[in-house]
């Protein structure tokens, strides 16, 4: 299950860095072209009208739609594994949205990073896919039942979160360390 969760969390941070790749070199392409051709006007206005199309992009399904998947969802994923009730904090509409939004966000340009979203991305995969259900697709599979109890399910959406580290950073100790030092606390 844990090479399954890294497997998983590591193609997801993949993808998620190929489209954001794509989308910055198409505005930066055309505003080359654009600059070569000595049009710095329309340089311009093509550069903000693109970054403000996918800024919309970005913030329209968060704002209207699913909320839960805002900002990075480290605190929610720490309260989380602390024992506070956070809604929809592991929901499969949570993470198309949190995916969606951080590709279009990033690659608008924003002042952001995937870091913190890719964490919370990691521990939403390994929160679904340890207990091979879903209540937004409306599936049970047989498989791994024994997995579904809380603290074992608190384990995977650390190792989770462990995985999005190493993704985001490219560093797998400090995923492993990020765990055991913030994710995985139960001090006061």
Request: net charge neutral; with cysteine; charged share 15%.
């Amino acid at each position: 299950m844990m090479g399954l969760i890294g497997f998983s969390v590591g193609f997801i941070g993949f993808l998620m860095h190929q489209l954001i790749d794509v989308i910055s070199e198409v505005k930066w392409d055309k505003a080359s072209e654009f600059i070569k051709d000595r049009d710095f006007g329309l340089a311009w206005v093509w550069v903000i009208g693109y970054s403000v199309l996918f800024v919309l992009a970005s913030s329209i399904p968060v704002v209207y739609y699913r909320p839960s998947a805002g900002g990075s969802g480290i605190p929610e994923l720490i309260g989380f594994l602390n024992g506070t009730v956070v809604r929809h904090i592991f929901n499969f509409k949570t993470m198309l949205v949190k995916f969606f939004s951080c590709v279009c966000a990033v690659g608008a340009g924003l002042p952001i990073g995937p870091e913190g979203p890719m964490i919370h991305l990691g521990s939403l995969v390994g929160a679904g896919l340890s207990q091979f259900k879903s209540q937004t697709l409306n599936f049970k599979l047989p498989f791994f039942e024994r997995f579904r109890n809380t603290e074992d399910r608190r384990n995977f959406i650390s190792a989770g979160a462990a995985a999005g580290v190493a993704s985001a950073f490219g560093a797998p100790v400090g995923g492993l360390l990020f765990s055991m030092e913030e994710v995985s606390s139960f001090g006061t």
